[in-house]
Structures are given as C-alpha cells and as structure tokens.
T-cell receptor, first 113, second 115 residues
Framework: GNSVTQMEGPVTLSEEAFLTINCTYT??????LFWYVQYPGEGLQLLLK?????DKGSNKGFEATYRKETTSFHLEKGSVQVSDSAVYFC????????????FGTGTQLKVEL | DAGITQSPRYKITETGRQVTLMCHQT?????MFWYRQDLGHGLRLIYY???????DKGEVPDGYVVSRSKTENFPLTLESATRSQTSVYFC??????????????FGPGTRLTVT
C-alpha cells in the first residue's frame, strides 16, 4: 500500500542551524507530495508541495525536491528560527486517489536560542 | 467567519455516550475530511466526502458515523464512545479539479477525551 516514512523526532537545533527532515514514500503510482506544518495548538497548514518528479517546492525559506529515483521529498531550510518550532508532516496524494492524503507520523522540530 | 471551523474545541465525555463533532466550511469546497491525530500515528483518515450526500470510509472508520446533507457541513458522530477514541480530531476541506494540487485546509481541531 501507500505509505510515508519520516525521521523520528524531536529534532532540536540552535537558531540559524541548517535543517533537514527526511521523508521517503512508497506509492503504487505517481503521487503529489506535500509538507504540512502544525504550530502548537493549531491545525495543519500547507507549507509546500510538488506534483511531479524533479519539481522543487519552496515557501518561507523551506525547500523540498521531489526525487523519484530515491522516492524522497526531504525538507530543508538553511537557517532556522525559533518561530519554526512546530511539527512537520510529509504527505502524499495519488492521482485519481479521491484527493485523499496519506501522512507520515510527523517530526517535531524545536529551535532554541 | 470565513474558513473552516470546528466545534466544540474541547470535549470530555464518558464511555458509551454518543458525541457529535461539528465541522463547517464557508468556501463551498467539494471535498471534506475527518482525521484523528494520535502520537506515533500522525494523522489517519476516518471518513471523507466528495460532495453532499456522498461519503466514504477512510483508514479507521470503525465506531464513527458521518453525514453530509449540506456542502458546508460535515458532522462526525461517535455512536458509543470508547477510551480508544480519545484523540484530537481534525476536519479539512478541499477544492477539486485538475488545476489545483488539491490543497487541504484544516480546521483548528477538537480535543476529545473519553473517560
């Protein structure tokens, strides 16, 4: 079946450090890939997305590239801030899959001064 | 208010009681979804709806009932609550069509505790 695997958290970084959160997927077709972010006490909101191989999604300094050969969509940011502390979810949607998303388990990021 | 809202935001109920969680969206989105969020599981889809009067099961539908008589509302009912249904529940909505990447917009969540 379809699944998304994320690195275990929490990830704790100092402000201005480089961030990578790994995400790999298993899918029967050609999915669209998403990163959602959940700030404390809130619902999820879309951070970035990529709909085909080699696409790069970017937003708020975060980037992720859709790598079909490695079935990966790793999230990166060059310099994190305290305000980036949140839980990050990788997700996939299959074409023709009724708009359903399959989520990873989430990775908590804590950024300290 | 524009957007997607959920009520109540917090609910404590007893085992065996029926409880309904409400979800309302103002965008006239075709799709609506219910997820539960549990530590170690991420978000799991309970039910979804492609349009009014069209609903379908997700990954974990047992013990839940949904209806969608109007496009903007998608209530989730726990017919006889169990402790295993203690969770945070999120409603989401989405447009449909080939031009969008079908972003899902999430409500703020309902934290349900079953005692």
């Amino acid at each position: 079946g379809n699944s998304v695997t994320q690195m275990e958290g929490p990830v704790t970084l100092s402000e201005e450090a480089f961030l990578t959160i790994n995400c790999t997927y298993t899918a029967t077709g050609y999915p669209s890939l998403f990163w959602y972010v959940q700030y404390p006490g809130e619902g999820l909101q879309l951070l970035l997305k990529a709909t085909k191989a080699d696409d790069k999604g970017s937003n708020k300094g975060f980037e992720a590239t859709y790598r079909k050969e490695t079935t990966s969509f790793h999230l990166e940011k060059g310099s994190v801030q305290v305000s980036d502390s949140a839980v990050y979810f990788c997700a996939l949607r299959l074409t023709g899959g009724g708009n359903k998303l399959t989520f990873g388990t989430g990775t908590q990021l804590k950024v300290e001064l | 208010d524009a957007g997607i809202t959920q009520s109540p935001r917090y609910k404590i109920t007893e085992t065996g009681r029926q409880v309904t969680l409400m979800c309302h969206q103002t965008w006239s989105h075709s799709y609506m979804f219910w997820y539960r969020q549990d530590l170690g599981h991420g978000l799991r889809l309970i039910y979804y709806s492609a349009a009014a009067d069209i609903t379908d099961k997700g990954e974990v539908p047992d013990g839940y009932v949904v209806s969608r008589s109007k496009t903007e509302n998608f209530p989730l009912t726990l017919e006889s609550a169990t402790r295993s249904q203690t969770s945070v529940y999120f409603c989401a909505s989405s447009e449909s069509g080939p031009s969008s990447a079908w972003e899902q917009y999430f409500g703020p969540g309902t934290r349900l505790t079953v005692t």
